[in-house]
């Protein structure tokens, strides 16, 4: 089984609705990273947690927020959907500071808002 | 602000040659990490090289190695006997201990048969 899902895979919503992209992880990691893709671009870092109790904005926060509910889920909600909100939306995770740094991302959410 | 900078939007190489992808990347940090990862068609984000700001030695993983001039802020990667299945979309990225990855906009690399 994998260490990082998310779901859904592909999803398709309208502007003004409201969506909610999982993720979860067997990793036991502390830290969760959630990103943006767009052509061209890059990835960009929307939130990121580094325990359940501590979450942070990225540099592409607006219009976006999160759930940390538990040390393995982190959630990423669109409150009103908009059309540039289309995009592949990346969950990472991360051991933490000192333990190689290495961030580990999940399958990937594309996302359509019509 | 950190920035990473990948020069090259595509590149192309035959099967069986070496290739090589420049990154640079802009800090004021002295400890820092940077890895490449690949993005083939299924959109997965594989990690396939890092390198230790602190470590003088090139990394290397089996036909991937890295050139890391830190002084340049420099960190390209070198593919060597390129197959198919390394064609993809390549990715640099930095960071700083213990905070999120910053990524370069990608390279992507076409493998000629």
């Known amino acids: 089984d994998a260490d990082v899902t998310q779901t859904p895979r592909n999803r398709i919503t309208k502007t003004g609705k409201r969506i909610m992209l999982e993720c979860s992880q067997t990793?036991?990691?502390?830290?969760m990273y959630w990103y943006r893709q767009d052509p061209g671009l890059g990835l960009r870092l929307i939130y990121y947690?580094?325990?359940?109790?501590?979450?942070n904005k990225g540099e592409i926060s607006d219009g976006y927020s999160v759930s940390r509910q538990a040390q393995a889920k982190f959630s990423l909600s669109l409150e009103s959907a908009i059309p540039n909100q289309t995009a592949l939306y990346f969950c990472?995770?991360?051991?933490?500071?000192?333990?190689?740094?290495?961030?580990?991302f999940g399958p990937g959410t594309r996302l359509l808002v019509l | 602000a950190q920035t990473v900078t990948q020069s090259q939007p595509e590149m192309s190489v035959q099967e069986a040659e070496t290739v090589t992808l420049s990154c640079t990347y802009d800090?004021?940090?002295?400890?820092?990490?940077l890895f490449w990862y690949k993005q083939p068609p299924s959109r997965q984000m594989i990690l396939v090289i890092r390198?230790?700001?602190?470590?003088?030695q090139n990394a290397t993983e089996n036909r991937f190695s890295v050139n890391f001039q830190k002084a340049a802020k420099s960190f390209s990667l070198k593919i060597s006997d390129s197959q198919l299945g390394d064609a993809a979309m390549y990715f640099c990225?930095?960071?700083?201990?213990?905070?999120?990855?910053?990524f370069g906009k990608g390279t992507s690399l076409l493998v000629t048969p």
């Open positions: 390198q230790e700001a602190y470590k003088q």
């Open positions: 800090t004021s940090e002295s400890d820092y990490y």
């Open positions: 990225a930095h960071t700083r201990s213990g905070y999120a990855l910053n």
């Open positions: 990793k036991g990691h502390d830290r």
């Open positions: 990472a995770t991360q051991a933490g500071v000192g333990l190689r740094e290495t961030q580990y």
């Open positions: 947690s580094f325990d359940v109790k501590d979450i």
